[in-house]
Nanobody, 125 residues
Framework: QVRLVESGGGLVQAGGSLRLSCAAS????????MGWFRQAPGKEREFVGA????????NYADSVKGRFTVSRDNAKNTVYLQMNSLIPEDTAVYYC??????????????????WGQGTQVTVSS
């Protein structure tokens, strides 16, 4: 079993950047495709981006394409979400999640079975 802990959230002005990290414990990190989701107050959790087990494939939500980048370092058991050109609509709690035994990184939250506790990102205008 893998446990996930996010870090790197905070308050940033519109146009700024943040990098979120998600550290995984356990020896089976490479069995999981890793994804990032976010949830704003009063809204459903939505897909942000995901990366395949080896890091070769990525998927992104249309709302973040060209601004956000998901990557992973399997030697460090860590997945990252680099967020550039942030806008107030990006304000949310961001969660990392793992989907076991997936080739292509999935977009639907139902395919992920391990989740971190979340980290708050607030973008001021």
């Amino acid at each position: 079993q893998v446990r996930l802990v996010e870090s790197g959230g905070g308050l940033v002005q519109a146009g700024g950047s943040l990098r979120l990290s998600c550290a995984a414990s356990g020896r089976t990190f490479t069995d999981y495709a890793m994804g990032w989701f976010r949830q704003a107050p009063g809204k459903e959790r939505e897909f942000v981006g995901a990366v395949s087990r080896a890091g070769a494939l990525t998927n992104y939500a249309d709302s973040v394409k060209g601004r956000f980048t998901v990557s992973r370092d399997n030697a460090k058991n860590t997945v990252y979400l680099q967020m550039n050109s942030l806008i107030p609509e990006d304000t949310a709690v961001y969660y990392c999640a793992g989907a076991p035994a997936r080739l292509a990184p999935p977009k639907t939250p139902e395919t992920y079975d391990i989740w971190g506790q979340g980290t708050q990102v607030t973008v001021s205008s």
